[in-house]
């Protein structure tokens, strides 16, 4: 959001409580508070992780819970309540995150409903946590002596951690850890090549989202004094997922419009509709659900980018420099620290009868052939041959079902078969794929970095819970300005140096394959796989990338390429090897394959027509 609303915002906020506001208004900012965090624990997850949950009133629960009763047990100060509600959602989380994030498609929303109706049924039928009456005189929180015992008072606190979290939520969203979150929802595929562990950072995101519902739940809980179950239920659950879906998942502020439309609209709702409709009942659900079809059908992001784009009609702001004036110039302190090249002529890559079945399908079938370090090496085949399976063999994303591929100079090299893609970038093999695989809204210049997630520079020791802690207080603009410039770098090398700040799905399909060259140039890799890089560039990006590819053969890259073209096959490669039917069928020099015999008749009519 921009600077200035923000600022009309947060006056907005300081004055309401201060002015004579009735109580009733009140009382409903602070629900809106409460519900915020909870639905911005949902952007993340569901927005920005692809991942649905209906439980997040059951960690709201948790948080409840765990102050109400530790509070008037054992008298425990209702920090002690917030620390022990964060510790046992963090510890929930975890476990159902763990079995339930390995799940796939509809698994992980039914697991939440799972999870959400157990525990509201545990909450509801046990004696210490006094059965369906749940537990009353809960204690007032105080902040420095001041006793918040009114719902006045509570605005305060509350609405002071609600922006808290929206600001540590959206620097979290800008930055290292945050763009692998982003990444998610293409899926794990291309996230797990750029170095990322999806399966943890799910996990971790979905612990995230948690710990804002449970800190919701704690101040739930002193602003009510009681507790009782029924907050806590499934239903609740679905309400909040409305409340992200309506605001729109895709921004931190989706969260806040959501849940403070959704607590209005309902509000108005419940004191209106028994009057017209007669008798009372929960009528307001049934127009919830009519406005949710109506909204998906009309407006799937949610309304918040309705907002923006109307706000940006109004008073159109300039266009943006920021990033690429900013954050990408000049970085302090030493520059990303970058892999030793192996000796020229080094066996750098063997693959020994590599094998891949698919049911009756043999599509790599016993592949033999080698790289040498600072050799420039194509792969080429008509369609369907099995050069991107090879390629998916070699990066981990597919698991050879035989042979064995060795990477590493030296007299030990390392079997990588049977190591996970992450691992595999990790020890210096980047790729870019065939069908491209982008975030297309993620700017020119964060796609590039995404491919930079494992690099550090020398002395750099964060893990990955201290990196996002930092990432969340702003502590990494150090780290990050390293980052996004040596990204700056590798786009500027392959020609995309004018387009840092566009969004990536706005660039011409030969634009986005360079871009995929630039982000496997960010991992800094020793040995480049390219998928068809040149597909759809024009003469004069072709003759652009070659030289660039020369170049960095001369830097003592090593380069496997797939391409069509073979004029430019022929200019570039110092070997070539020809695929057929998942079989090799020749190797050798480029103009001894540009006339053998088995090469001319896979290619029916020849290759040089
Ligand atoms: P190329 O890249 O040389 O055009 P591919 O490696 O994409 O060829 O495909 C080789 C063969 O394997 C094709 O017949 C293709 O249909 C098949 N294939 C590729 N991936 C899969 C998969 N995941 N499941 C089943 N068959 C596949
Ligand atoms: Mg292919």
Known sequence: MRKPLIGLFLLFLVLLPLLPTPEFWITLANYIGLYTLVALGLVLLT??????????????????????????????????????????????????????????????????????????????????????????????????????????????????????????????????????????????????????????????????????ASTSGWLYAHLQRAVNPTPFGLNAGIEYLFMAVVGGVGSVWGALLGAGLLTLAKDSLQSLLPKLLGGSGNYEVIVFGILIVVLLQRARDGLWPLLANAVERLSPRPRKTTLATTLTTAPAGAPLAQRDKPRLGERLLKVERARMQFGGLVAVDDMVFTVQAGEIVGLIGPNGAGKSTMFNLMTGVLRATGGRILFGGGDNPTRIDRLPARAIVAGGIARSFQHVRLLPQMSVLENAALGAHLRRAPGEGRGQLGRIAAAILRLDRTEEARLLHAARIQLERVGLGDMLDVPAGALALGQQRILEVARALCCDPVLLLLDEPAAGLRLREKQALSSLLVKLRGEGMSILIVEHDMDFVMGLTDRLVVMEFGRKIAEGAPAAIQSDPAVLAAYLGGIDD
Not at 72 to 101: D, E, N, Q, V
Not at 138 to 148: E, K, T, W
């Open 47 to 212: 927005g920005i992780g692809g991942m649905t949950s209906f439980g997040q009133a059951a960690f709201v629960g948790i948080g409840a819970y765990a102050t109400a009763f530790l509070g008037t047990r054992y008298g425990l100060s209702p920090w002690i309540g917030l620390l022990a509600g964060w510790l046992l959602t963090a510890f929930a989380a975890y476990g159902i995150g763990k079995i339930t994030m390995r799940l796939s498609g509809h698994f992980l929303p039914l697991g939440t409903i799972a999870w959400g109706l157990s525990l509201f049924y545990l909450f509801g039928n046990v004696d210490f946590l006094g059965k369906y009456d749940g537990i009353g005189g809960i204690a007032p929180i105080a902040v420095f002596g001041m006793v918040l015992d009114s719902g006045r008072r509570m605005y305060g606190l509350i609405w002071l951690i609600v922006i808290a979290c929206i600001l540590g939520a959206s620097n979290l969203l800008d930055s290292r850890p945050g763009r692998a979150m982003r990444a998610l929802k293409g899926g794990a595929t291309m996230a797990e090549a750029m170095g990322v562990d999806t399966a943890a950072l799910r996990v971790t995101v979905f612990v995230l989202a948690a710990l804002l």
